[in-house]
């Protein structure tokens, strides 16, 4: 069995996607989620847990019910989430947040420290104008990306723990210029799929996989004791085609940025993807979708809110500097290049290449 880690593409039309989905959601909606139906669209893409013989209506309805709380912390596409209320409030004043947005902000806060903002939370205003993945995506005037970098500035959120009126509170955050904006599209499905592991370990779950959209969790051991396999996608192929293969002996988290995930192609021709440039390096432009070789980065590491932001981080890092950044953390990866497939001794020992 070999388990996807891509995202359904966004290269055809929502609508399309959605309609699939919106049948198979109503074959399995919570009332009335059977053991074997493990799907939902959430997070703006389709997320698939298998707890194989452990499965049961409430354990499914309790993992999806709790990445539906999730979403309403970290979504940057709805008005009504926590992180909304954040952005919102951007110039005015710090507003309290919930333990889960404080750690996953605190978190994003060092991978933009040790990134030199190459990875930023304060995204947002960048990730809007551009829309990719909307069905309003479009090339930006470089006034307008110009305007929206000077909003980009991870070092003006504000992040402050502890206690407000002698009441132990998780914290503050506050984004101290008008307009600037949080999006977490490259950290927290990693910290859900996290969130949702410790919900398996706390029912005594031997093995599951969650697949939140390409961000895997392997978890316990197959039953066969033989290695899970991950595809890993080939990133000039059509969906569901694999340039190799992950075997992965215990669990661990799996999760690929790539150039592939979300695109559109301009008036000119020209592909821009979504994993956005924003240091000074001299390759791509600042503000532009990342133009380094890389095509796309698949992080190994036992958190997977660190592997999410890891392949991100990595991909516009690009070989040598990614590479340094994943060791330090203590994760393994794997990159797909125009040239070449390369990785950390880890990665490449567990990898093998089944199409080239
Ligand atoms: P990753 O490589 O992990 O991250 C790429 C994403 O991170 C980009 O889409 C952008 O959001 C951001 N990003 C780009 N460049 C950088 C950078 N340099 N530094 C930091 N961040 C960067 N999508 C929808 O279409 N509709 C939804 O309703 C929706 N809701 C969501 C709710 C939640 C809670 C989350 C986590 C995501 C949601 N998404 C939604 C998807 C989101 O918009 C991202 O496209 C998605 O998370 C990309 O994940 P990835 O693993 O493909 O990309
Ligand atoms: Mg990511």
Redesign the pocket.
Known sequence: MIIEII?IRKCFSIAVLYSILLMFLAACSPKNRSIDAQGEFV???YCRIDLFEDGSPALYNKLFTRLEE??KI?????DDSELAGVNRNAGIEAVEISAELFTVLERALYFAEATDG????T?GPL?KLWG???EYARIPPDMEIAAALALVNWKELELTAGIKEDLPIAGTAFLKKKGMAL????I??GYAADDLVSILKEAGIKRAVINL???VYVWGKKDNGKPWNVGVQDPAAERGNYLGILELERSISV?S?GMY??FFTGDDGKHYH???E?TENGRGKRGYPAENGILSATVIAVSSMDA?AL??SC??LGYSRGMALALANGAEIVYIEEKEIRGSPGAMSIFTLTSH
Do not use: C, Q, Y
């Not at 970290?74 to 709805?78: C, G, I, K, P, V």
């Not at 999006?183 to 490259?186: E, R």
């Open positions: 995202v997070m703006g893409t999730l979403e970290f979504s940057a596409n709805r190459a990875f930023d939370p995204i990730v990719i993945g909307t999006d977490l599209g490259a927290a499905k959209g390409g961000n999760v940025s995930e979300r979504h994993i956005l924003l999410d392949s991100t991909f516009v």
